[in-house]
């Protein structure tokens, strides 16, 4: 028997790219969640992995109540670090973000979110570190037209980082060899993302040829929201 198993074979598995919002009392909460799918379709029902170290998946378990947007192929990767690196125990994600509320007040994310599903569970599975809520989709409404952003994307094109909690999250084997060229480098040691003083951060007011030491203390990593303190050198 072939024994071998390569993990980063894994990571031709392709995947969506949403937040999965609840509430449970006055707590409302979202986080970013890749591993959703469809798995019937007359009820319409879907399944959804999430981290029981979650605050979501503490809403989902007391409220049995969730929704799902579908993000957009344009949505900033602060966005998507806010609410997939960022606890909502420590941070109220929803605050700054534009929501409705659906079947019994659970709220529903519609910055960057070409449409959006309300789920009610009927069904979980204790997969260990996940749980699988298997849900029915009560309603299902578009918001707007474009392309929804896939993982491969989000990976390949944006540079997204995946959160040590997601379902799909395969640790490095060894830390990656400093490479030539990487002079002026730092990483973050929240999220991964690496800067680049020949890019910048010019979203965020960072100026192309910006050395990282002259970037001001109050800038945060873009993609998690870490502060600077948390970057180190390559
Ligand atoms: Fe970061």
Wanted: hydrophobic share 35%.
């Amino acid at each position: 028997m072939d024994t071998e198993l390569d993990m980063s074979v894994l990571n031709l598995l392709s995947y969506g790219m949403y937040v999965v919002a609840a509430k449970s009392g006055d707590q409302l909460n979202g986080q970013i969640v890749n591993t959703i799918f469809q798995i019937t379709a007359s009820p319409p029902r879907i399944a959804v992995s999430i981290n029981k170290e979650n605050l979501t998946h503490e809403l989902i378990t007391q409220s049995g109540i969730f929704s799902v947007s579908i993000l957009e192929e344009a949505t900033p990767l602060g966005f998507i670090g806010r609410f997939g690196f960022r606890s909502g125990r420590e941070l109220d994600k929803l605050s700054a973000v534009k929501h409705l509320r659906g079947i019994e007040r659970c709220p529903i994310v519609v910055d960057n979110a070409l449409a959006y599903l309300e789920v009610k569970v009927i069904d979980h599975v204790d997969v260990g570190t996940h749980t699988i809520f298997i849900g029915e989709v009560k309603r299902a409404k578009n918001l707007q037209e474009g392309t929804p952003l896939t993982y491969a994307y989000y990976h390949q094109v944006k540079g997204g980082k995946t959160s040590k909690r997601a379902a799909t999250y395969i640790p490095p084997i060894t830390e990656p060899p400093p490479a030539t060229g990487e002079e002026g480098k730092y990483r973050c040691e929240v999220c991964g993302w690496i800067y680049d003083p020949e890019k910048g951060d010019p979203e965020h007011g960072i100026a192309p040829g910006t050395a990282f030491e002259d970037i001001p203390d109050e800038w945060i990593c873009p993609v998690c929201g870490a502060s600077k303190s948390q970057f180190t050198p390559i």
